[in-house]
C-alpha cells in the first residue's frame, strides 16, 4: 500500500543535540512538507519541497534544516538552534496535479 | 486573527447524534480540506472540497464559498468517531492555513 512513513514515532533529545526526522513516501508524489503541531495550536509549516534538490522555508523554519536528495524522502533536522524544539512533528504529501495531501502518522519529539 | 476559525473547540455527543462542525475562513481559497486526527496523532484527509457538497459513508460537508463557510457533518455518530477535526484552507498549492481543530468525544 502506498503511503507516507515517519520515524520514529517517539524521539527523546538532548538539549544541543542534534535529531533527524525521518520521512519516506512511496506514492510518487513531487511536493513534500513538514508541519509543526502545538497544543492547541494549528499546524505549522516549517519547510516544503516541490521538486528533488529543491526546498523553500515556511513560516518558522528558523532552527531546522531539510533536504531532498530524492523523490521518496525529504528529512527534517531539528538543531540545536530551535529554541523550543519539543512538538508533535508531521509530514505530509501531496501530488503536483490537484490539493489533496497525504500526512504521515507524526514524530513527537521531546527534548530532555 | 487566525485565517481559519472553527466550532466548537470542543463537543462531547452521545452515540448516535447528528453532529456538526464548523468551519469560517477569512481568505480566498483554492480548496477547503476536513482532516482527521486520532489520538495517536496522524492525520487522515477525509475531504478536499471547492464547492457544493460531498458525502462518503455517515460524513458530509459542504462549502458555502460566498459566505466563507463550511460544515462537516457526522451522522449516527458512534465512539469511533471520537477524534480531533482540524479545517484546512489552501491558498496555493504549497500555502496552506489550519484551524486549531475540534475535539469530539462520543460516549456509547
Known amino acids: 500500500d502506498g503511503g507516507i512513513t515517519q520515524s520514529p514515532k517517539y524521539l527523546f533529545r538532548k538539549e544541543g543535540q542534534n535529531v533527524t526526522l525521518s520521512c519516506e513516501q512511496n506514492?510518487?508524489?513531487?511536493?513534500m512538507y513538514w508541519y509543526r503541531q502545538d497544543p492547541g495550536q494549528g499546524l505549522r509549516l516549517i519547510y516544503y519541497?516541490?521538486?528533488?534538490?529543491?526546498?523553500q522555508k515556511g513560516d518558522i523554519a528558523e532552527g531546522y534544516s531539510v533536504s531532498r536528495e530524492k523523490k521518496e524522502s525529504f528529512p527534517l533536522t531539528v538543531t540545536s538552534a530551535q529554541k523550543n524544539p519539543t512538538a508533535f512533528y508531521l509530514c505530509?504529501?501531496?501530488?503536483?496535479?490537484?490539493?489533496?495531501?497525504?500526512f504521515g502518522s507524526g514524530t513527537r519529539l521531546t527534548v530532555v | 486573527k487566525n485565517e481559519v476559525e472553527q466550532s466548537p473547540q470542543n463537543l462531547t455527543a452521545q452515540e448516535g447524534e447528528f453532529i456538526t462542525i464548523n468551519c469560517s475562513y477569512s481568505?480566498?481559497?483554492?480548496?477547503l480540506h476536513w482532516l482527521q486526527q486520532h489520538p495517536g496523532g496522524g492525520i487522515v484527509s477525509l475531504f478536499m472540497?471547492?464547492?457544493g457538497k460531498k458525502k462518503h459513508g455517515r460524513l458530509i460537508a459542504t462549502i458555502n464559498i460566498q459566505e466563507k463557510h463550511s460544515s462537516l457533518h457526522i451522522t449516527a455518530s458512534h465512539p469511533r468517531d471520537s477524534a480531533v477535526y482540524i479545517c484546512?484552507?489552501?491558498?496555493?498549492?504549497?500555502?496552506?492555513?489550519f484551524g486549531t481543530g475540534t475535539s469530539l468525544t462520543v460516549i456509547p
Open positions: 506514492l510518487n508524489h513531487d511536493a
Open positions: 519541497s516541490q521538486i528533488v534538490n529543491d526546498f
Open positions: 472540497l471547492s464547492s
Open positions: 505530509a504529501s501531496r501530488t503536483s496535479v490537484g490539493y489533496g495531501y497525504t
Open positions: 484546512a484552507v489552501s491558498v496555493t498549492g504549497n500555502q496552506f492555513y
Open positions: 481568505v480566498g481559497i483554492s480548496a
